[in-house]
């Protein structure tokens, strides 16, 4: 069993940037592929950001490539998402999540836990 407890979410205006840390307690943090997800009101949860169990590979959705960065620190068993030049669309809860697939994990179906999601908005 693994929890995770995401902070640093908040309200930032657009071109702003924020960090979002995903702490992670209980078996071997090592052992596990992180994400970050998002879901806005109406929408489905998409992915954001995935990064493997050393951090030699990660990979982005489109939309965020270039703007966002996901990192861990396996010796603090956290991974975070730094976020910049911040746009109203990405106003979301954003939710970290860790699976046992090996590799930069894509999708939801592959993640067995999940944190409780912390809000981001950004104003424009």
């Known amino acids: 069993q693994v929890q995770l407890v995401e902070s640093g979410g908040g309200l930032v205006q657009a071109g702003g940037s924020l960090r979002l840390s995903c702490a992670a307690s209980g078996r071997t943090f090592r052992g596990y592929s992180m994400g970050w997800f998002r879901q806005a009101p109406g929408k489905e949860r998409e992915f954001v950001a995935a990064?493997?169990?050393?951090?030699?590979?990660?990979d982005y959705a489109g939309s965020v490539k270039g703007r966002f960065a996901i990192i861990r620190n396996n010796a603090k068993n956290t991974v975070y998402l730094q976020m910049n030049s911040l746009r109203p669309e990405d106003t979301a809860v954003y939710y970290c999540a860790a699976s046992s697939t090996f590799g930069v994990v894509l999708t939801t179906a592959e993640y067995i836990y999940w944190g409780q999601g912390t809000q981001v908005t950004v104003s424009s």
């Open positions: 990064i493997n169990w050393n951090g030699g590979s990660t």
